[in-house]
């Protein structure tokens, strides 16, 4: 079992920053963060394997966010600098198996319980 929990989230105002954190219990290669905004799908964020020799962005976040992994810790976390009103959303950390972590290519089917963040203007 793979078990995943969220934290870090919160209300800021444009431009500013947050660190999102993922602890997880188990193993997966692949982890990732999905994001959800009201009303909409959700859609992957940012994904890294566990060696983390490839990483995914979502063109939207390139530039600005950054995905890190602490295996020794069972930590991933989502550095989100220059944050939009764009990216409030409820943000997920997921894993899958596989050695092929783009989320365009691998299915994530493990998910935690999500975190909220709201940009204002």
């Known amino acids: 079992q793979v078990q995943l929990v969220e934290s870090g989230g919160g209300s800021v105002q444009a431009g500013e920053s947050l660190r999102l954190s993922c602890t997880f219990s188990g193993s997966r290669y692949c982890m990732a963060w999905f994001r959800q905004p009201p009303g909409k799908e959700r859609e992957a964020v940012a994904a890294?394997?566990?060696?983390?020799?490839?990483?995914y962005y979502a063109d939207s976040v390139k530039g600005r966010f950054t995905i890190s992994r602490y295996v020794s810790k069972d930590q991933m976390d989502l550095q989100m600098d220059g944050l939009l009103p764009e990216d409030t959303a409820m943000y997920y950390c997921a894993a899958a198996s596989g050695t092929i972590c783009d989320p365009t290519q691998t299915q994530y089917t493990t998910w935690g319980q999500g975190t909220q963040v709201t940009v204002s203007s």
């Open positions: 890294m394997s566990g060696a983390g020799g490839s990483r």
